[in-house]
């Protein structure tokens, strides 16, 4: 099918005008449609993974703990996002770290219960190192029944998240908070010893020098101060559920014998009562994410001496401030009624870090000497993870996810990431502003980059707790800015389901058009040629725009040329762009560039030598014109060019071979 040519239209101004006003019409009819449909939907609810049971072992040292209570409370606080056409689950658990498979395993229970595809879900740890041990690390062995208790709870709080969704409304940004984050990698002065476990004494940086230490000279690398906040409202403005991150290691000052939720547990608890939604049912669900903080905590070491804190006493005044901070953001951010939501998901292969059969023998002779563990000496410790560590294969699966909700970017990591990582994504990520949540969907221990390899440092050293290989970051940090770049261009739950008023449409001639053609030169270039009465442009123009997603902005631009305008005096270009825009709007025009031309649809065929539209121009990387798509030439409906015939083409540009 095909519009008029020329004579035909010449012949039928009135008519086109009928025809044009019943369309936009339907257009309008099909937006309210859309509107009524277009409802984001939230649901929150902080499962109980306190230990149901003690003693139970406690992770986050060198050497086992065991807790016989626990001080607070330890969760797994869920968020269920739904935009009406993708639902993502977000899992936050007070836990130091939780290993793949019991992550996997919880994902599969929530997917068979809730629907949510469990590509769609993410799970993390905050990193407290006060909860139960869940992997083991170091001399910590897990307790097999608390395994499986946490893969319940957490499938039970998403499926109680899911079941608790309403209507909501959604907002981002961000606050900052550096009074509490503080590098922990120090350069030492020159004569300084900064031995390791292995017999050398070749390290360039030491881990939480000491405050006071003469020998401290500076930091190793900088912090990140940014809070990244998600918040979620009823749409009468009561808080829903509040989604914080923020890069700091943990606190700490809990007594070994109990569990604690750390700062996490109190930053949620704190958050309530600021928001004043302790009453609330079903009850407000704040969640603090850690961020990219595997060479950050809480000590300043270029004080030269330390206050004293009773135990918890520094786990309030961080938390306290950070909530302050994550406050005054909260009053600046613009709640929306709707915002698009996207996730992505993939799986790297990254290289280990296997000790050498000398390493091997080494290990065995010091633990022969040392006899039965436990052990106290690091260079034991080491040992003992050095013949754990041999069992290991050359290389371990690593899963990256990343999400999308309006303009606000989340990535995920599942190691203890340097603060260098995270900043150099959000500085790069097409989405702002971007957070990265670590230790999600599993747990592969430290992740240097490689300039921190070299310097060395307890980060770096080889076991269970850092064993990627040293060109493991760069793989990571690729990964994640190719997944936000896909999640970004994403028209997430139809991008053809936004308001009019977010279409933009620029009035200009041919000859602007072909600006813009050179403008983008590097990429492939396909231009639309359409108008709201011709019922075989409306149809292709879905298949137009959705050329973006299949190829990508980086490697081809999209016009869409608009010939609405019959020269009618009384009726200016302006005139019709409120009923384009609609179109626009229901059909995923956000996504590529919009020009109305100002010249009358007749005059524009007459110079371009074009019997009709639809039309499609492509050209190639250099700007020319490689071929016009038309049906001037068709007697027949099966004469008539298909989408699939410009898309062909473009597929060829793109791999380097031009057809004509």
Known sequence: MRCLPKPALRLCTLALAVVVTGLSLSVGQRLEASDAKRVFKAGAFAADITPPRFPISLNGGMTDRQATDAADPLHARCLVLDDGATRIAIVVCDSCMVPRDLMDAAKDRAAKATGIPTERILISATHTHSAPTLSGVFQSEPDEDYRQFLVEKIAEGITRANGNLRAARVGWGTGSDPSQVFNRRWYMKQGAVNADPFGGAEDRVRM????GNQANLKPSGPVDPEIGIL??????????????????????????????????????????????????????????SNGTSGNINNVNYSLT?????????QIKVVAASVVDATMRAYRKIEHKDWAPIAMRETEIELGVRLPSEADVEQAKKLLSEAGPGPYRDRTHIYARETLLLAHYPPQVKAKIQAIRIGELGIATSPCETFVET????????????TFIIE?????????????????????????????LAADAEPKVRETILELLHEVAKEDAAGADARGAGDVEVVIGSWDDVQKRVRAHRGKVVAIDIWTTSCPACLEKFPQFVSLVKEYGRDRVSLIAVNTDYDGVKTKPPEYYLPRVKEFLAQRGG??????MLNVPL?????????????????????GKLVRRFD??????????????????????????????
């Open 439 to 467: 230790l999600a969907n599993g747990y592969n221990g430290y992740l240097p980059t490689p300039e921190h390899h070299e310097l060395g440092g307890y980060e770096t050293w080889r076991a269970r707790s850092s064993y």
């Open 422 to 433: 995270g900043l150099a994504i959000k500085e790069a990520s097409p989405l702002k502003p």
């Open 602 to 622: 007749l005059e524009f065929l007459d110079a371009v030598d074009l019997s009709s539209s639809p039309a499609v121009y492509v050209y190639d990387a250099d």
């Open 631 to 660: 049906n001037d030439n068709a007697r027949r409906a099966a004469d008539e060019f298909t989408m699939e015939q410009v898309e062909a083409q473009i597929a060829d540009l793109i791999n380097g071979v031009q057809k004509r």
């Open 231 to 288: 918040s979620i409202q009823t749409p009468d403005g009561k808080p829903v559920a509040l989604l914080a991150n923020y890069s700091l290691h943990y606190v700490g000052g809990v007594p070994g014998n109990l569990a604690s939720a750390d700062y996490f547990g109190e930053f949620a608890r704190r958050l309530t009562t600021a928001l004043g939604a302790n009453e609330q049912d079903p009850q407000f669900v704040g969640i603090l």
């Open 305 to 313: 001496s330390a206050e004293r804190r009773e135990p918890f006493e």
């Open 590 to 595: 956000t996504n590529v560039e919009n020009v």
């Open 208 to 211: 939480n020098p000491g405050i």
